[in-house]
């Protein structure tokens, strides 16, 4: 019974310890992440609050003009990016790395520095740094507390914004979406050569960019030898459509229409029927009236 209730004590006081060594913190910690294309970015800061405080002033305590800031509160801040990526102009590898900023009235200089582990600015080097851009703020909302967020965000594209009290300052990011995701679809062809899944990707994706369509359809008509299904049979006739050949692109759609339909699949009952089907009378607008004539005549044969 005494190693028992010893346990317990024990149990009390390590949790007790435990609770007792976090407490609440004047600038918590907080974080963002936005994915552009196929890049992710992340970024780690702590918020300070302005609590009645002057900030972004000659005079003030909180972040000083024409004085290098650490852009947030405690730890400098991390920016990190999966992939190459522009900032703000300027060509940076992908990594981790440090956001400071210089604040001033007609234009922000902006900085990533490669000693992303670093506290404050004691140990900051202006020789590690891998870009140095200017931004000119603008107005915004009051915000209390330091916030780091994306905005504008598009497939190759988005906004950085640091904003504070009634100041935003928004850097542009831009990612080389169209070469990356080529590229990553390329080497994925390239080690799974018969993979029927990759290979339809890479057919789709060439389709929506709108180009290397002949490419294209030799991956779509690669994936149809491997095993014919009604999206490689519609990715294919997307394909023939967009490069003018309506009438065989038609044929091949209809196709589709009939696998779907046999396949039991709740997608193509769902989502693909009625594209498929939309896709197929937009085409056959597009036939010229002699082959429509001959269709309709064909039809009126097969009745009798």
Request: no cysteine.
């Amino acid at each position: 019974m005494k190693k028992y209730l010893l346990s317990i004590s024990l149990a009390i006081a390590v949790t007790t310890a435990s609770l007792a060594q976090r407490t609440p913190q004047p600038s918590p910690a907080a974080g963002v992440m936005q994915t552009v294309g196929i890049t992710d970015f992340s970024v780690k800061y702590s918020r300070p609050t302005i609590k009645g405080r002057k900030v972004f002033a000659d005079s003030s305590a909180l972040a000083p003009y024409n004085q290098l800031w650490r852009t947030g509160a405690n730890m400098a801040t991390s920016f990190e990016s999966s992939t190459d990526f522009s900032f703000g102009g300027k060509k940076v590898a992908a990594g981790k790395y440090a956001l400071f900023s210089i604040p001033a009235g007609a234009a922000w200089t902006v900085i990533l520095n490669k000693n992303f582990n670093q506290g404050g600015t004691d140990n900051y080097k202006e020789t590690e740094d891998v870009a140095r851009i200017m931004v000119v703020p603008t107005s915004s909302e009051f915000t209390e507390s330091f916030t780091i967020d994306f905005s504008g965000v598009t497939d190759s594209s988005a906004y950085l914004n640091l904003s504070w009290s009634a100041v935003k300052v928004p850097v542009k990011i831009t990612v080389e979406t169209q070469n990356l995701t080529m590229t990553s679809l390329n080497k994925a062809v390239a080690e799974k050569p018969e993979d029927v899944a990759v290979l339809q990707s890479t057919a789709g994706y060439l389709l929506t960019q709108g180009k290397d369509l002949p490419q294209a359809l030799s991956l779509a008509d690669k994936a149809i030898g491997l095993k014919e299904t009604f999206s490689n049979l519609w990715i294919k006739a997307q394909i023939l459509n967009k490069m003018g050949k309506v009438t065989e692109a038609l044929p091949v759609a209809k196709k589709a229409l009939t696998v779907g339909a046999a396949s039991g699949d709740g997608a193509f009952a769902s989502f693909y029927k009625g594209q498929i089907e939309k896709g197929i009378a937009d085409m056959t607008k597009k036939l010229p009236s002699s082959v429509k004539e001959a269709s309709t005549a064909v039809k009126g044969k097969k009745k009798k």
